[in-house]
T-cell receptor, first 113, second 113 residues
């Protein structure tokens, strides 16, 4: 049982490039989330999903897109990368939105130069 | 809007000391509160989840309490060890459909041998 896995661990992008951050969970959780963590700023929710085919915006969705075609996978797409998207990105999952713990992946450290 | 505050931002204690980490939140209408541990360069590991109807939860040397009316939670660590050195974050889940976790910025704990 691997939990929540993320790839890649590190990535450097040039301004204007695009990339997809991968997230997979093997706990059969319906709920999945993408956060970004900036130094001294805490975690901010980017997007979340309540099940396959259903996604919704979080607190800071601009510049990102998501899809959820399966229960296991929840990729995060960055289009036209900007320096403001330099951050550490965490994927998380939970059985339900209320009353259950969220489990986090190890993170992807992204630098945009 | 729910806000979560963790003060101080950093704490250094000698090994063996019992210590308390504080978390305060502005809106008492919450489903639950979760404490996480984050090691440098790693993801978040869930430590304890307290439901709104509970007063405390215990796991090993850790004890978390919740006082909704005053908007406070504490994480008590008994007999601290150098291996406890990490950043500790608390997060609250407000009431409401599809409500999301709101995180504090964390307390970075250093336990000196």
């Amino acid at each position: 049982n691997a939990g929540v896995t993320q790839t890649p661990k590190f990535r450097i992008l040039k301004i204007g490039q695009s990339m997809t951050l991968q997230c997979t969970q093997d706990m059969n959780h319906n709920y999945m989330y993408w956060y970004r963590q900036d130094p001294g700023m805490g975690l901010k929710l980017i997007y979340y999903s309540v099940g396959a085919g259903i996604t919704d915006k979080g607190e800071v969705p601009n510049g990102y897109n998501v899809s959820r075609s399966t229960t296991e996978d929840f990729p995060l797409r960055l289009e036209l990368a900007a320096p403001s998207q330099t951050s550490v990105y965490f994927c998380a999952s939970s059985y339900s939105m209320v009353g259950y713990e969220q489990y986090f992946g190890p993170g992807t450290r992204l630098t945009v130069t | 809007k729910q806000e979560v505050t963790q003060i101080p931002a950093a704490l250094s204690v000698p090994e063996g000391e019992n210590l308390v980490l504080n978390c305060s939140f502005t809106d008492s209408a919450i489903y639950n509160l979760q404490w996480f541990r984050q090691d440098p360069g790693k993801g978040l590991t869930s430590l304890l989840l307290i439901q709104s109807s509970q007063r405390e939860q215990t796991s090993g040397r850790l004890n978390a309490s919740l006082d909704k009316s005053s908007g406070r939670s504490t994480l008590y660590i008994a007999a601290s060890q150098p291996g406890d050195s990490a950043t500790y974050l608390c997060a609250v889940r407000p009431t409401g459909a599809n409500s999301k976790l709101t995180f504090g910025k964390g307390i970075t704990l250093s336990v000196r041998p």
